[in-house]
């Protein structure tokens, strides 16, 4: 097992299972300590014991993205703990069936609730784990996007997935892009580097298991975005093959 890692501390949220398990594995095959955050302890405790049956420091943790109490209290158990966190990914997120229709036709409650895990669960749970990640040498946030939340390729006729214009999940990601790109302007003078990753059309429930990438290559992007350089960049909207179009 690589050891370049040892020492860190990495949350992931929603990664009991797809891609974010698969993203602690990575970090915690290098060495880091894996927090693996999902809303239902059982699936989490799971998970984790898996990923420690491979010698990975695996800990599982309670994490609703949209119930602030869970937040709030995995961040006072990291914090008790380990007193930092070198590494945040958020990786939760839901697509609704409801948003599988014409924009025009999507409801309400549709916009709402991915909103509510996509949007203001990524921003929650950043807000409150700023303050550890703001203790390590070399804070580092991910935050898992699309290339459907690039606003350049929705308006490509020519775009591989043109026509997957999903009104909900779609700009729920390029929400998602902005904070990524305010939060690391208002950060720009500390050690903290926060960046985009697209996972590419990778197979996960969430597109019941329709995409043609694995696990292992949807987490490349985010992996390589966790473990930057100091000299990395802050802002940006990558895949595994470089910068993205907004």
Do not use: C
């Amino acid at each position: 097992m690589s050891e370049d890692l040892k020492g860190k501390v990495a949350l992931i949220t929603g990664a009991n299972k797809g891609i974010g398990y698969e993203i602690a594995r990575q970090l915690g095959s290098r060495g880091a300590t894996v927090f693996v955050g999902s809303r239902d302890i059982g699936r989490g405790e799971e998970a984790a014991n898996k990923l420690r049956l491979n010698e990975i420091d695996a800990r599982s943790i309670q994490l609703d993205v949209i119930d602030q109490k869970t937040i709030d209290s995995a961040g006072k158990q990291i914090e008790s703990e380990f007193g930092k966190l070198d590494i945040l990914v958020n990786n939760a997120g839901i697509l609704s069936e409801g948003d599988r229709l014409p924009p025009s036709q999507v409801e309400v409650e549709t916009l709402r609730h991915t909103y509510e895990i996509n949007v203001f669960g990524v921003f929650a749970v950043t807000k409150t784990f700023l303050p550890l990640l703001k203790k390590s040498k070399a804070g580092r946030i991910v935050n898992l996007s699309s290339g459907l939340g690039s606003l350049t390729k929705n308006s490509d006729p020519n775009y591989e997935f043109a026509n997957f214009k999903l009104l909900a999940y779609n700009s729920s990601k390029t929400a998602v892009n902005a904070i990524t790109v305010l939060l690391a302007a208002e950060l720009k003078d500390t050690a903290i580097k926060v960046n985009a990753a697209d996972p590419g059309f990778t197979a996960t429930d969430i597109n019941q298991y329709q995409g043609y990438r694995t696990v292992e290559q949807g987490a490349i992007a985010a992996v390589r975005l966790a473990t930057l350089p100091d000299d990395g960049s802050s802002g940006g909207f990558f895949d595994e093959n470089g910068v993205l179009p907004w």
